[in-house]
């Protein structure tokens, strides 16, 4: 039976509880972290640990657990868990407090935790988006809780047969409903800059890093509708989906309509560096 953590107990998923005035249930206040687990090791955990304490700093929380705190339950849950790749889910909320929005209400936080094997998808073939305006708010740097809009942007891309939603935001590209985007025209690689409309991905970072390591050339600068979709390449980046190719968009083949062979290029660096830690 899977086990999870939720204020300092370890229990199984079926016995945890929380009540219905915890604020991330009523007002959806709270943030969250999805951490990838390769052979049993967790995958650039300083990072996410990093972002985890930048999102609570902004909706003016303290972080509840210390690193080494954080890190002894991930290990209890990666040990329980019998799956050499997992994905790790830890959320924190603001706790229970009386429905009003003074967030000084609420004294104690709700700390959750849990593993999953890693779902088995296979994207190297490529899939379909769609774009669509961004109707998010303004402060999307934050991995707050509140999800409906993604969750109706993800909606929208499968009753059009697509996976993702590439989002535009003033004719200017901002990330997808879920994820960091990438175009490459002709061997020039671009992706949005971090700002507060995007995620700052720890995936996109890391394709950064490994960009600069490998001497291959990119540029963090705005992505116009029309540099979009007249893209030689499109990929997708986040930490449960890695690097993904878009072939299709709004029903149209990008580029040749395969996985480009600088997404190859890219893939095969990014693969190299997750075999070795």
């Not at 300092?8 to 005035?21: I, M, Q, T």
């Not at 954080?70 to 959320?91: G, T």
């Not at 769609?130 to 909606?155: F, G, Q, V």
């Amino acid at each position: 039976m899977q086990t999870v953590y939720l204020n300092g107990e370890y229990l199984p998923l079926d016995a945890a509880r929380v009540s219905v005035l915890d604020r991330g249930f009523t007002f959806g206040d709270g943030v969250y972290e999805v951490l990838l687990v390769y052979k049993r090791k967790i995958f650039r955990l300083e990072e996410h640990l990093r972002r985890l304490d930048n999102s609570l700093a902004a909706i003016y929380m303290d972080n509840p657990l210390t690193r080494d705190a954080w890190c002894q339950v991930m290990h209890r849950l990666i040990e329980d868990n019998p799956a050499d790749n997992q994905s790790l889910y830890l959320q924190v909320t603001r706790g229970i407090s009386a429905r009003d929005h003074a967030i000084h209400l609420a004294h104690k936080p709700t700390v959750f935790a849990m593993s999953n094997p890693v779902p088995q998808r296979n994207f190297t073939s490529g899939i379909a988006a769609i774009t669509c305006e961004d109707i998010r708010w303004k402060l999307c740097n934050i991995k707050a809780i509140t999800l409906l809009p993604s969750i109706l942007l993800r909606h929208k891309a499968s009753q059009a047969g697509a996976t993702e939603a590439i989002l535009l935001k003033n004719g200017v590209v901002t990330e997808g409903a879920a994820s960091n985007v990438f175009v490459v025209t002709g061997d020039r690689i671009k992706t949005p800059p971090k700002d507060s409309g995007l995620l700052p991905g720890i995936t996109r970072d890391l394709i950064i890093e490994l960009l600069q390591q490998e001497g291959i050339g990119y540029e963090e600068s705005g992505i116009t509708e029309k540099e979009l979709k007249t893209a030689d390449e499109i990929w997708i980046t986040s930490s449960t989906w890695e690097i993904v190719p878009v072939i299709k968009l709004d029903n149209k083949p990008v580029g040749n309509g395969q996985p480009g062979k600088i997404w190859q290029q890219v893939m095969d660096v990014y693969s190299r560096f997750k075999n070795s830690i």
